[in-house]
């Protein structure tokens, strides 16, 4: 059962609970504790531009419960495991000479781990209005998959929000990004936007083998060449790039505009980004 489906029903299945002392539900009960998850797989499949205002909380709050792990990468650093493919000879020797050789006890090393940097790019135009707040939202989410993690908005141009979405409010982060954007729900210069981060030192040092999640639906207004090119820099770059794409939620969809066609070949995983479904995806896609 999807993690958002277990929050949601548990918080049912418990305030029933808690008004009966620990007695288990009537059957009458467990018949609306179906309702309620039924309910929710409506709305986890429900496209974000479809939901009435009272879905859109609900939904907010399903996704501030999202779990966003950071991808992890291993290092050529080792340390000592319990087991492994890698034989460690000298402390097993070291080891071994604690008990005159007997009895012999082979001692592993493995790779050590560590959290790879992720850096998401949320396209706050005109046209993805629909998605934006919700795309935020997992901004919001990802926070808590470590410090490693930058977030930036982008219209007309590049706006950097990772200290508003560190609150431990999710209201009053959005609040703040609002008053911070100034092109909410403008035009959408895809390129121009990467250049500025890619030729800033210090996003620049961000993106080096990082997972980066460009969240657009393509509709670029400038020049699609510009956006090839700030593209493949991005990929020379990052360790995976990673792209969803609200309009790929229809079955009908190809990525025919010419934004979406010139970034395609420096993408490596290509999402949908409509729905909260999508999103779980997304989360999953990070760490593979």
């Given at each position: 059962m999807p993690h958002e489906l277990r929050v949601e029903v548990a918080r049912t299945a418990g305030s029933w609970?808690?008004?009966?002392g620990d007695e288990e539900p009537?059957?009458?009960?467990?018949?609306?504790?179906?309702?309620?998850?039924?309910?929710?797989e409506v709305l986890r499949a429900k496209s974000f531009a479809d939901l009435t205002e009272e879905e859109r909380r609900r939904v907010a709050t399903?996704?501030?419960?999202l779990t966003v792990r950071a991808p992890v990468e291993r290092t050529r650093r080792t340390r000592p495991a319990p087991k492994g493919s890698a034989f460690d000879i000298r402390r097993t020797?070291?080891?071994?000479?604690?008990?005159?050789?007997?009895?012999?006890e082979r001692s592993?090393?493995?790779?050590?781990?560590?959290?790879?940097?992720?850096?998401?790019?949320?396209?706050?135009?005109?046209?993805?209005a629909p998605y934006s707040r919700a795309l935020l939202q997992f901004g919001y989410a990802a926070m808590a998959a470590g410090r490693r993690v930058e977030v930036f908005c982008f219209g007309t141009r590049l706006t950097r929000v990772t200290r508003m979405l560190r609150a431990k409010d999710p209201d009053r982060a959005m609040r703040e990004i609002g008053k911070l954007v100034e092109d909410w729900e403008g035009g959408t210069r895809i390129?121009?936007?990467?250049?500025?981060?890619?030729?800033?030192?210090?996003?620049?040092?961000?993106?080096?083998?990082?997972?980066?999640?460009?969240?657009?639906?393509?509709?670029?207004?400038?020049?699609?060449?510009?956006?090839?090119?700030?593209m493949a820099r991005l990929r020379r770059l990052a360790h995976r790039v990673i792209w969803a794409n609200p309009l790929k939620g229809s079955p009908r969809y190809e990525p025919l505009a010419r934004g979406m066609?010139?970034?395609?070949?420096?993408?490596?995983?290509?999402?949908?980004?409509?729905?909260?479904?999508?999103l779980e995806t997304l989360a999953a896609a990070l760490r593979a």
């Open positions: 609970r808690s008004a009966a009537e059957p009458g009960e467990e018949s609306s504790i179906r309702i309620v998850a039924s309910a929710v399903m996704i501030d419960d020797l070291r080891r071994s000479l604690r008990t005159q050789g007997e009895p012999f592993y090393r493995e790779r050590r781990s560590r959290t790879r940097p992720l850096v998401l790019i949320l396209d706050i135009s005109g046209s993805m390129g121009e936007s990467l250049k500025t981060l890619l030729d800033g030192w210090s996003q620049r040092a961000a993106l080096r083998g990082a997972v980066v999640v460009l969240c657009s639906d393509g509709l670029e207004r400038g020049d699609p060449a510009l956006l090839r090119a700030q066609a010139a970034a395609l070949p420096s993408v490596d995983v290509f999402l949908s980004g409509h729905n909260l479904e999508s």
